[in-house]
């Protein structure tokens, strides 16, 4: 689906990414996981093309490459930030529906695939004449998620989407997203700090230190064969506070 090739991005005398290269298969969930100011986030930018490299190309899979626009190439992608992203003085639907407006759908055709969109993520569809301030983290994500794939996207791009909720919000999202996934069977993109989250979505689990990859594959490939002492050390720092506990005492 994407392959990202010898990669460098600079932001004056910070080096973001360093000649870095990962191939994304089609229809598989990978994770980018790492310390903060790792480049996770900058990757999605560039794959997104809200940035451009310094050096290195992107290179598509060819039923978006032969598209003749990189505003074109960019609809095939879908993009969920952390917080939902969403404009305060749109109501839900409007926030959802922005893209189709602009490239003329039908009213019919956007109220079905609304439709369609709300059942998949299991929200009331009377919400979406709500505006953004009067709905729960959680519901503003769903609504998010339902923006990302309104135009049927190839490739989603979620950059900490279940960050900003409070614990319990979060689980019941992450089940809800993870069968979302498995439903689409989509190319999958997700950015996290979170190992547990990581291991729970991931076909594929790559961890990155200073803008270069330090280990790709499974957990129990990094937890059984780590190639690097941070490897460990990374996975180890992510253990929850009640397994700590619960070895003290």
């Known amino acids: 689906m994407l392959t990202i090739s010898n990669i460098s991005k600079r932001y004056g005398d910070d080096l973001a990414l360093d000649h870095f290269t990962l191939t994304i298969k089609p229809a598989q969930l990978t994770v980018l ?3 903060s100011g790792c480049g ?6 560039l794959v997104m093309g809200l940035e451009e490299p310094d050096s290195g190309e992107i290179g598509w899979h060819k039923d978006i490459a032969l598209l ?3 505003l074109q190439q960019r609809r095939k992608i879908g993009y969920v930030i952390q917080e939902g992203g969403l404009f305060p003085h749109l109501t839900a639907r409007k926030n959802v529906t922005l893209v189709a407006d602009y490239l003329g759908w039908s009213s019919g055709k956007k109220r079905k695939r609304v439709e369609e969109l709300a059942e998949l993520v299991q929200l ?3 919400l ?3 505006y953004p301030l009067q709905l729960s983290g959680g519901q503003r994500q769903r609504i998010s998620l339902m923006r990302a794939l309104m135009l049927d996207p190839d490739i989603l ?3 900490e989407p279940l960050g900003a909720l409070d614990p319990m919000v979060r689980a019941d999202l992450q089940q809800d997203l993870k069968s979302i996934f498995q439903k689409l069977s989509k190319t999958v993109i997700l950015v996290t700090h979170d190992m547990g989250e990581a291991i729970f979505f991931a076909d594929r689990i790559v961890l990155m230190r200073e803008g270069k990859i330090v280990q ?3 957990a129990g490939e990094m937890i059984d064969r780590p190639v690097d002492p941070f490897v460990t050390r990374f996975i180890q720092a992510q253990q929850s506070p009640l397994h700590r506990l619960g070895e003290k005492r």
């Open 33 to 35: 996981i790492g310390p």
């Open 40 to 45: 996770k986030s900058t990757l999605l930018k």
């Open 68 to 70: 003749s626009s990189s």
């Open 124 to 126: 009331d569809f009377g």
């Open 128 to 130: 979406l004449q709500r």
């Open 157 to 159: 791009l979620l950059d």
């Open 216 to 218: 790709q594959g499974t």
